[in-house]
């Protein structure tokens, strides 16, 4: 799948009043795209990465999702695989070029946001080489900006390599010798039994972290049990909050790398890290085993730093009701995770919170 390279090389200079400015251009900014479309508003969507999907091209090249093509797509264009296929990153990366391409979104791609701020009865964005005033904002960045280390990772031994997952990419990234993933959700699940693989086992791979489950891929694929867990609404008010708390803080339940896969493959099953003793990491059973790299899959944290300070919480994130900003007027949000149902931060489970935004957002037609 390609998209049409005219749609993601916009060059031309953006009008500064417009009614929608729509903040990232990964799948949630796509899907709030097409419905800002569907009503004919004015409106742009700045990303400031150099094309559409490089937020998937640049990840680990064995990421595959566990979730059914059939279930990724956004509104209006199925992913173009077998229903039941699983794409890789690049197929997702592909998939919305051509969505961007098909709906003819207009794009503004190497465009940062740097600033943002509510003021007389408009918004200001103040982005890479344009200011813009718009009546109404909405977020789609992602929740997960920049990578979460522990605070003791800085102790580490300057000779040992350490990388995080979102900087990982394949095994040749790494020094020779023995490798410590630490976190055992799907992503440090997935790069251990990468890493493992490469060389048959001549490398030791050591997986820290508690189990997180698994889910199998048969149950996965049904679409009763899709519409069973993850439509589900997550609970309002501070059960809500509660829910979203404590999932954003264990890692996913693994779907392809069962634990019999993993041990089958050598990788070795260790307790969590719990500190640093003289350069190396030590895990809770007050071990510390000498390894040449660490791949840290903890994790991402949010970055809204550039966002109305009213907009964000003690805790770093919105202050929201349904992706509809509490604090600051015709200010929305689209891709939180568990921001309305437990799919929200899925490919799939993002065109419903992008309709019932945009569709809050909306007022009168401005005049062209």
């Not at 090389?9 to 009008?15: A, E």
């Not at 700045?46 to 559409?52: H, I």
């Not at 440090?188 to 086992?201: H, R, S, T």
Request: net charge positive; charged share 25%; glycine share 12%.
């Amino acid at each position: 799948m390609s998209g049409r390279d005219d749609v993601e090389r916009v060059d031309t200079v953006v009008d500064t009043v417009v009614d929608t400015v729509v903040v990232g251009g990964g799948a949630a900014g796509l899907a709030v795209g097409w419905h800002l479309r569907r009503q004919g508003r004015r409106f742009v969507i700045l990303d400031a990465a150099a094309r559409t999907g490089d937020s998937w091209r640049h990840r680990y090249d064995c990421l595959r999702l566990f979730t059914p093509a059939r279930f990724c797509a956004l509104p209006g264009l199925p992913v173009r695989l077998p229903p039941y296929a699983h794409p890789g990153k690049d197929e997702i990366a592909d998939y919305l070029a051509e969505y961007a391409a098909r709906f003819e979104l207009p794009i503004r791609l190497g465009t940062a946001v740097h600033a943002h701020r509510h003021a007389g009865g408009r918004h200001h964005v103040d982005a890479t080489g344009v200011r813009i005033e718009a009546r109404h904002v909405v977020v789609a960045t992602g929740a997960w900006s920049h990578p979460a280390f522990p605070a003791f990772a800085g102790e580490v031994d300057p000779a040992v390599r350490q990388l995080h997952s979102s900087r990982y990419r394949r095994p040749a990234d790494l020094l020779p010798g023995p490798v410590l993933v630490v976190g055992a959700g799907t992503a440090g699940a997935d790069i251990a039994l990468d890493l493992a693989l490469d060389l048959a086992g001549e490398r030791e791979v050591r997986l820290s972290g508690p189990k997180t489950g698994r889910v199998p891929l048969w149950l996965v694929r049904n679409a009763a049990f899709r519409r069973l867990l993850y439509e589900r609404r997550v609970p309002p008010g501070r059960l809500g909050d509660v829910v979203r708390h404590r999932l954003s803080q264990r890692g996913s339940p693994l779907t392809w790398q069962s634990e019999s896969v993993l041990r089958d493959a050598g990788v070795l099953r260790v307790p969590r890290v719990t500190g640093v003793r003289h350069g190396r990491a030590v895990l809770a059973d007050g071990r510390a085993p000498e390894v040449s790299n660490i791949v840290w899959c903890t994790g991402f944290r949010p970055d809204y730093g550039w966002l109305d300070r009213r907009a964000v919480g003690p805790d770093g994130w919105p202050i929201h009701r349904r992706g509809l900003s509490r604090t600051v007027p015709d200010l929305g949000f689209v891709g939180l995770p568990f921001q309305y149902t437990f799919a929200s931060g899925f490919l799939g489970g993002m065109s419903g919170d992008a309709g019932h935004v945009v569709s809050r957002l909306a007022g009168p037609t401005p005049a062209a």
